[in-house]
């Protein structure tokens, strides 16, 4: 039973670790560089649902961007958002804050959100951002360059967590640590639509590959509609690609620990291929690899290894994101406690009802 034990650990991490390295070398980062000239006509365009705590942090650099059209669509917020957004824009030229009509039958809100969006731009690049991305200097330039060098017509990006209090750190990042562990980036590039992710936070498109579609009415009902996107637009023979938001595109997605917990439950069925014993599965497949060595007593150099391994992981995957700070390269020490610190997300991830901003979606 140990042996079996160890073999499945020690392979496990040798597939994260492998995976890990091929991405350090693979996976696209955005870069700054020479502008593209014309540059085509970008809308960015944000859903917004009880964002009032995000906005001042974020929407006047995203205006800042110089984009051509800067769309914000208050999605029956109850927080005051659409009154702050009008003040953050009511000076830019080519902004505006729209109000969303009410949500369909059938529809998850954001997708209805980012189908009005899309309904009222004029851009030839649509660009979905999420109103708590930290958009810096040089941003929409450094995506307008990738996506028009990877000849994408989805080009989806992972912003850089920041500003993470200790609570957010638990789970945030975990997003980061599934793509770049499992998710080797030349397999992301073959044909197969199931060998691909998407990332909502910043979507890319070419509006000619959008609307091909028919926008986010392809996905109107899925919680993981960003995947699910991603994976449609491939099976429809376009080109999907994925970058590192590095230095240029940040995020706060989660505030606390309560917060992770609430956001990653709705999106872990998705995640696992909408399967609960998957999900189960790995869970259990986590716990045994990063919690229960240090349960059980070490007696051995592989143990003592095994333990190091799994504190290693998530500082190795911060280094590869350009989080280098203290905070940062010390997260691996929650390797051990974020199996354990998960179960309430798993546990809200098992109803057949998730809440999410107010509303109830079946899964």
Request: aromatic residues 8%; glycine residues 8%; charged residues 20%.
């Amino acid at each position: 039973m140990r042996v079996l034990f160890y073999g499945v650990a020690f392979g496990f991490l040798a597939l994260k670790g492998i995976t890990l390295a091929v991405n350090a070398l693979t996976f696209p980062r955005l870069r700054s560089g020479p502008a593209v000239t014309p540059r085509p006509k970008v809308s960015l365009l944000i859903p917004a649902r009880d964002e009032a705590h995000n906005l001042p942090l974020t929407l006047p650099a995203l205006l800042a961007q110089g984009a051509d059209e800067v769309l914000v669509l208050d999605d029956h917020s109850s927080d005051g958002t659409p009154e702050l957004a009008r003040t953050l824009v009511a000076t830019v030229t080519g902004a505006n804050v729209l109000s969303g009509a009410e949500l369909p039958a059938g529809w998850m809100g954001k997708s209805w959100a980012c189908q009005q969006l899309a309904q009222l731009a004029s851009g030839d690049i649509l660009i979905f951002t999420d109103a708590d991305v930290r958009w810096h200097a040089g941003a929409l330039e450094a995506l307008v360059r990738e996506q028009h060098q990877r000849g994408a017509d989805l080009l989806t990006i992972l912003p850089r967590p920041e500003d993470l209090s200790l609570g957010a750190r638990v789970l945030t990042p975990l997003v980061d640590v599934v793509v770049l562990t499992l998710l080797p980036y030349p397999l992301l590039q073959l044909r197969w639509p199931l060998a691909t992710t998407a990332n909502g936070q910043v979507m890319v498109f070419r509006r000619e590959a959008y609307w091909r579609l028919g926008g986010h009415a392809n996905v109107r009902g899925d919680m993981l509609e960003d995947t699910q996107f991603a994976r449609n637009i491939k099976a429809a023979g376009f080109r999907v690609t994925q970058a590192l938001g590095q230095e240029f595109l940040g995020i706060r997605m989660y505030r606390d620990y309560p917060e992770s917990v609430a956001g990653f439950s709705k999106n872990a069925v998705g995640v696992h291929l909408n399967s609960r014993a998957l999900m189960l599965g790995m869970g259990l497949l986590h716990w045994a690899v990063y919690t229960l060595p240090w349960l059980l007593p070490a007696r051995s150099r592989r143990h003592w290894l095994l333990r190091l391994a799994g504190l290693l992981e998530r500082s190795l995957v911060n280094l590869v994101t350009g989080r280098r700070g203290g905070a940062d390269l010390a997260e691996g020490l929650l390797g051990p406690l974020t199996p354990v610190l998960a179960l309430p997300a798993y546990r809200l991830a098992l109803r057949r009802e998730v809440e999410w901003k107010g509303r109830k979606y079946e899964q």
